[in-house]
Antibody, heavy 121, light 107 residues
Framework: EVQLLESGGGLVQPGGSLRLSCAAS????????MSWVRQAPGKGLEWVSS????????YYADSVKGRFTISRDNSKNTLYLEMNSLRPEDTAVYYC??????????????WGQGTLVTVSS | DIQMTQSPSSLSASVGDRVTITCRAS??????LAWYQQKPGKVPKLLIY???TLQSGVPSRFSGSGSGTDFTLTISSLQPEDVATYYC?????????FGGGTKVEIK
């Protein structure tokens, strides 16, 4: 059974940084692209970033480009999201998702439980 | 970038009703469209991909159709457990934009 477990969320001041992790199990991690999707309180889903299984192909939403960095460690079955220059509008639950193929840029067929990031002074 | 517009934003229907949700892309995306269900307080769940392919384990009362710019999610007979917000997502190319969501309630 595929399981995704996010961690690293919390309260951070505007301009601060945070690193999210997503530990994957129940799959051959390197064979699948992964994504981050966020949801602000009471709002809809917003795709943030995707990374291919080999990390060769990476995509970002314009809203986070230049501030967020997606990466993965296939030896640790873990996906990361490094978030810098955080803004109040980045406040959201961040979900990691598994894509169905090694190449990135697909839908997510499995989702983690999410981790809450709050950007506030 | 391609925009995804869902309609209606909310609806209320009776148990057993046929419910239809529409998702429109501002440009053609072939059939690179997925639908998700998010129940209150829960994680999104994949229902349909490739516009019309039902994800394993999803009840057959859910169906999807469309290609190009216009897509539809249909619930053939609404059940109480279908109360949720439904989202479409395009994945023909980045950005992998979601629609704004459709909240489905029981009348």
């Amino acid at each position: 059974e595929v399981q995704l477990l996010e961690s690293g969320g919390g309260l951070v001041q505007p301009g601060g940084s945070l690193r999210l992790s997503c530990a994957a199990s129940g799959l051959t991690f390197r064979n699948y692209a992964m994504s981050w999707v966020r949801q602000a309180p009471g709002k809809g889903l917003e795709w943030v970033s995707s990374i291919s299984g080999s990390a060769a192909n990476i995509y970002y939403a314009d809203s986070v480009k230049g501030r967020f960095t997606i990466s993965r460690d296939n030896s640790k079955n873990t996906l990361y999201l490094e978030m810098n220059s955080l803004r109040p509008e980045d406040t959201a639950v961040y979900y990691c998702g598994k894509e169905p193929r090694q190449s990135s840029g697909w839908y997510s067929d499995y989702w983690g439980q999410g981790t809450l990031v709050t950007v506030s002074s | 970038d391609i925009q995804m517009t869902q309609s209606p934003s909310s609806l209320s229907a009776s148990v057993g009703d046929r419910v239809t949700i529409t998702c429109r892309a501002s440009q053609g995306i072939n059939n690179y469209l997925a639908w998700y269900q998010q129940k209150p307080g829960k994680v999104p769940k994949l229902l349909i991909y490739a516009a019309s392919t039902l994800q394993s384990g999803v009840p057959s009362r859910f169906s999807g159709s469309g290609s190009g710019t216009d897509f539809t999610l249909t619930i053939s007979s609404l059940q109480p457990e279908d109360v949720a917000t439904y989202y479409c997502q395009k994945y023909n190319s980045a950005p992998l934009t979601f629609g704004g969501g459709t909240k489905v309630e029981i009348k």
